[in-house]
């Protein structure tokens, strides 16, 4: 479960950082908007770290939260650096978003077959979240009819 967790907060981490990366670089119509909601994704994004690496060390382990380890072992693409309109932030945000998520829910299994019921738990609460800033930005993106 220690280093399962610590997959997790690694991509967890990462896409936080992936966040403020939107946040501080985007540009356009709708900046304060996007702005404000990449921040409010971001600092949800550290909750849930927080969670995941709390939970790694309860178990006894070591939670591996630094630059250097989150580099090693995220299994998500580098951000697009070069973006800066507000479309092309939600879209990459979104994309890394629900790779996180749908590694989230595998995690949640793998952790149920294992019969940490506890560890479990707190994925699906993490998968649960990952859903509602998922949501949130895909909210932003124009309707198709």
């Known amino acids: ?26 540009k356009g119509p709708n900046f304060i908007g996007l702005h404000a909601l990449f921040d409010q994704i971001a600092e949800k994004l550290e909750e849930l770290t927080d969670e995941l690496a ?30 800066s309109s507000g479309p092309s932030h939600l879209g990459a945000l979104a994309d890394a978003i629900a790779a996180v998520g749908a590694t989230t829910r595998s995690a949640i299994d793998s952790a149920a077959q294992a019969g940490d019921a506890d560890t479990a738990d707190l994925f699906t609460e993490v998968s649960r979240a990952l859903d509602k800033l998922l949501w949130m930005l895909e909210a932003h993106q124009p309707a198709s009819a």
């Not at 939970?55 to 973006?83: H, I």
């Open 1 to 26: 479960m220690i280093q399962l967790l610590n997959q997790q907060l690694a991509d967890t981490l990462d896409l936080g950082l992936q966040a403020k990366q939107a946040h501080w670089n985007v």
């Open 54 to 83: 709390e939970r790694a060390v309860a178990l006894g382990g070591v939670a591996l939260g630094t630059v250097q380890s989150v580099t090693e072992s995220s299994r998500l693409p580098a951000y697009p650096v070069a973006l």
